[in-house]
């Protein structure tokens, strides 16, 4: 009977063993627009998060357990991006490492705050996100008014007595990049002869392009993305003109040139230091280079969101949000952008902007 009972004993732990969920991976997350006409950023985010995950698990994960991503697609549309949200809280995620576009971190940030989820943007630069959102919110990029402010200062400077336009597509991070240039410039001195608004979205800039030429338009700064911007400047030299057009950080991708051709060289833009040229993040460029990636714009970006999340839920030894935000809040940490940490609004303490110049189909620093 002894020997039957434990026999019995034995299968029934066996069973209930295999009865058992195998051991729990943490959901986290990256959104942004993996389609439509910005899906190229939403590509950059989405091999960033993926390498940065592959990475961390094969490291051992965090906190003994791996991670697994889950891909938002929010097509840079506010509606959607809160459908996104509300997508991943079905997937019990804990942390969000998006989303791109600032009109849509803004309003999934509200969902993700109600829901105590960690949200940390890569790109999302309107000051408003951080401003205005909950205690769970960061990033790991900077903002349009420091952009703005490394912008208008130089346009002011270096194109003082010419004329100068400024040009927004109506969007949060257009919009407010161009005016925080704008406001910027003005303080040094440099009054803009435009400030117009477009649609973004469409191929014909003929109208607008027009009206630049017919003001003399030296400069033409553009609050927007690559897209638009680079059909402006195709226009431009079709009618002509040499204007030359300064823009922000969504430029950089390598689709501008796609778009442009040579018409693109020469075209200024502000982006932080590059974080492909830190010496300690060799290995892991190489990594994304030997794949066929190469990790321009906000791939590194995404990859340093991903490493915040990391350290600092191993710091507070949890993914309770509550503990993790007083790590947040109490540390500095090691990424692929070197080491940064976070101020009480939850903006990161890196290098600011500088300017880049687009040469034979790449950017690099202006000289």
């Not at 990029?141 to 912008?151: I, K, N």
Request: proline residues 4%; hydrophobic residues 40%; aromatic residues 8%.
């Amino acid at each position: 009977m002894k020997r039957i009972s434990s026999v019995l004993l034995a299968a029934g732990a066996a069973a209930l063993l295999g009865a058992m969920p195998a051991q729990a991976e943490i959901a986290i997350a990256t959104a942004g627009p993996m389609t439509g006409q910005y899906a190229s950023f939403g590509q950059q985010m989405k091999a960033g998060a993926e390498q940065a995950v592959a990475d961390i698990n094969a490291a051992g994960g965090v906190l003994g357990q791996k991670l697994s991503l889950s891909i938002g697609d929010d097509a840079c549309d506010p509606k959607q991006a809160v459908a996104v949200a509300n997508e991943m809280v079905g997937n019990d995620v804990v942390f969000m490492a998006g989303h791109f576009c600032s009109g849509s971190s803004i309003p999934a940030s509200k969902v993700y705050e109600e829901e105590g989820i960690l949200q940390i943007s890569p790109a999302s630069t309107n000051p408003k996100f951080t401003d205005e959102g909950g205690d769970n919110v960061f990033r790991v990029c900077g903002r349009d008014d420091q952009q703005g402010l490394v912008a208008g200062g130089f346009l002011a400077k270096q194109f003082a007595g010419q004329n100068v336009a400024v040009v927004h597509d109506k969007t949060a991070y257009g919009k407010g990049l161009a005016d925080e240039t704008r406001k910027a410039m003005n303080a040094a001195g440099l009054t803009e002869k435009l400030y117009e608004a477009y649609t973004a979205g469409e191929k014909d800039y003929s109208a607008l392009v027009s009206k630049l030429k017919q003001n003399s338009i030296d400069v033409l700064y553009v609050g927007g993305y690559h897209t638009e911007a680079g059909l402006m400047v195709r226009q431009m030299r079709d009618q002509g003109m040499d204007t030359l057009l300064v823009s922000g950080d969504a430029l950089v991708t390598d689709e501008y040139w796609s778009i442009t051709g040579a018409a693109g060289e020469g075209t200024l833009m502000t982006f932080s230091p590059d974080p492909r040229k830190n010496p300690k993040a060799a290995p892991i460029v190489k990594a994304f280079r030997d794949k066929g990636i190469e990790p321009e714009g906000y791939v590194l970006y995404t990859y340093a969101a991903v490493q915040v999340f990391a350290q600092a839920a191993e710091k507070a030894g949890s993914t309770d949000l509550d503990k993790v935000i007083k790590a947040m809040n109490s540390g500095e940490f090691d990424t692929v952008l070197g080491p940064l940490s976070f101020d009480d609004k939850g903006d990161v303490t890196l290098p600011g902007y500088v300017f880049y110049e687009w040469k034979n189909g790449s950017y690099d620093y202006l000289n």
